[in-house]
């Protein structure tokens, strides 16, 4: 499973990338745990 994710992370685009992190700051979730991804994303604005 852990190798499927890692998979599909790296398939995704920058785009959608883009397009997830706008949707997280937008609806207020804290994704940070679950993506990997560092709390900057939902302080920049």
């Known amino acids: 499973r852990l190798y499927q ?3 599909e992370d790296a ?3 920058p ?3 883009l ?3 706008h949707g ?3 609806n207020g ?3 940070d745990a679950e ?3 560092t709390p900057q994303i939902d ?3």
Do not use: F, N, P
């Open 11 to 13: 398939a995704r685009s």
């Open 29 to 31: 979730l804290d994704d």
């Open 5 to 7: 994710r890692a998979c």
């Open 24 to 26: 997280r700051r937008k």
């Open 15 to 17: 785009y959608e990338d």
């Open 35 to 37: 993506t990997g991804s």
């Open 43 to 45: 302080s920049a604005s």
């Open 19 to 21: 397009k997830a992190q």
